[in-house]
């Protein structure tokens, strides 16, 4: 029996020589949905837009708010449509 043992692939692992999982480790991982990786976080902005402080009155906020997630990408299309009508 050693002959042929001596041979053969180890295939047990012992569960104490397993890695820590970390945080560290657990953030670093990638996520895949089958063989597609899932990119994490916000998707790479187009340089199309840029950030400003304006104060707009609590009437209008509480409208645009209302209307549920997206509210402030609703506000940037009907600003838009403010400024098309005016530029005619």
């Known amino acids: 029996m050693d002959v042929k ?6 295939t047990w692992r ?3 020589d397993a890695p820590e ?3 560290e480790w657990v ?3 990638d996520l895949r949905i089958g063989k597609k990786l899932v ?3 916000r998707p790479v902005g ?5 950030q ?3 104060r707009i009155s609590n009437e209008v906020l509480a409208f645009f708010r209302a209307s549920g997630r997206g509210w402030q990408t609703r506000m940037d299309e009907a600003l838009k449509k403010y400024v098309a009508a005016r530029q005619r």
């Open 39 to 41: 990119r994490r976080g």
């Open 46 to 50: 187009s340089a199309k837009k840029t």
């Open 14 to 16: 012992d569960p104490d």
């Open 21 to 23: 999982i970390t945080d």
């Open 27 to 29: 953030a670093s991982a």
């Open 5 to 10: 043992s001596k041979g053969s692939r180890r």
């Open 52 to 54: 400003t402080t304006v």
